[in-house]
């Protein structure tokens, strides 16, 4: 077996979700490169840093490079990308400051706050000619993968999609100080979730071609019993010539917030969280849509029937390894292996965010004007 290329990471903030794409990351065997933790910034002390390094058993924590200021480690670090995992809020300035040093980003979602901030983001990655790539690690999972590649091409055309990301966050044990009831970190279901449920409807408008959608609707309902107007169950309706989307979210609903966040990721929902309604077959995700492992697909169209004229169900199975969260590094790291600079997923990260913008607008969810500059 050849050796593997290594990759050379750069960790900018020890966030939750860092906690989770490390450990994930590092050390797979099935990747297509060896991933490796080099350098990473902390606003807190190195204790906490090594602290961080054990709690995650990150390998060789003792060769990675500690910086207590993140634009010094951009400036001056060595490493091949650097993951962003701030509160997207901080995305702009970050992503915007690590592109003009010339590094290759991995910035979570959403990438920023809006579409006009990201499309600067854009310009930046293009005229320094480094990669840059929005973190939704969901659009490369084999489930995801497959349902492009395999079912959206024979499931005929589609016209009605629903898709549905409830996760129960906040609950009464949740203080109002957390960062998902703070809106000046971007606290909001529509952002933190709608970027998945969103996903999944441009996954299904525009997996085989470009279907133009627009925003005709979107309605609100804040956190009840909680300070500062975060926005919780929003529903928002796209429409193209042929076709119409229903996306919900939810923070409070469905389900207990008891268990710990991840294991709460597989918990039985009584139905599936996406639903592609096309001509010939339906194609249902279950629950979590974020980690897809199976697609159950109903044929229904007159080529696809049994024999006694009722409709053929199947069920598609795609395990994923891991968390799965090693599939986006694998793809990243590929463009900068080969030298192939520009931005992954760009025309469908902005479309995410222009029809959060749009559904923002229309469902009244504002955000200090700080937070949205460019």
Not at 15 to 24: C, E, T, W
Not at 68 to 86: A, C, K, P, R
Request: with cysteine.
């Amino acid at each position: 077996m050849a050796q593997k290329s290594t990759c050379r990471w750069a960790a900018l903030s020890l966030s939750n979700i860092a906690s989770v794409f490390f450990p994930d990351v590092l050390g797979r065997e099935d990747a297509q490169f060896e991933h490796k933790l080099v350098a990473i910034s902390t606003t807190g002390s190195n204790e906490r840093a090594q602290k961080w390094f054990t709690d995650n058993k990150i390998p060789d924590s003792d060769s990675i490079v500690v910086y207590n200021s993140w634009e010094t480690m951009l400036q001056h670090g060595d490493f091949d990308i650097v993951y962003i995992s701030t509160p997207h809020p901080l995305h702009y300035e970050e992503v915007v400051k690590a592109l003009e040093f010339k590094r290759n980003v991995l910035v979570e979602k959403p990438a920023t706050m809006n579409a006009a901030q990201y499309r600067r983001c854009i310009e930046l990655a293009k005229h320094h000619g480094v990669v840059l790539m929005e973190a939704m690690w969901t659009r490369y999972l084999p489930a995801t993968r497959y349902l492009q590649e395999e079912l959206l091409p024979k499931i005929g055309q589609v016209r009605r999609v629903y898709s549905e990301f409830s996760f129960p966050i906040v609950g009464p044990d949740l203080p109002d100080s957390s960062r998902f009831l703070d809106k000046s970190a971007g606290a909001g279901a529509l952002l933190d979730q709608g970027v998945y449920a969103l996903t999944w409807a441009d996954l299904a408008l525009n997996g085989v071609k470009v279907d133009n959608a627009s925003v005709v609707h979107a309605h609100s309902l804040s956190v009840p019993g909680r300070p500062g107007e975060i926005d919780d169950i929003n529903t928002v309706v796209l429409t193209t010539k042929n076709a119409t989307a229903i996306v919900t979210t939810s923070m409070t609903l469905t389900g207990s917030n008891k268990p710990s966040f991840y294991v709460r990721f597989g918990a039985q929902k009584a139905a599936p969280s996406v639903r592609i309604e096309a001509t010939e077959a339906s194609v249902a995700i279950p629950f979590p849509p974020i980690r897809p492992e199976e697609l159950h697909v109903q044929w229904y169209g007159h080529a696809h029937l049994n024999d006694d004229g009722t409709e053929r169900n199947e069920i598609i199975k795609k395990p994923v390894s891991g968390w799965g969260i090693w599939y986006q590094a694998d793809v990243i790291a590929s463009a900068v292996f080969k030298k192939q600079p520009g931005v992954i997923g760009a025309e469908e990260s902005l479309r995410i965010l222009e029809w959060m913008d749009d559904a923002r607008r229309l469902a009244g969810i504002v955000y200090n004007e700080e937070l949205e500059q460019v």
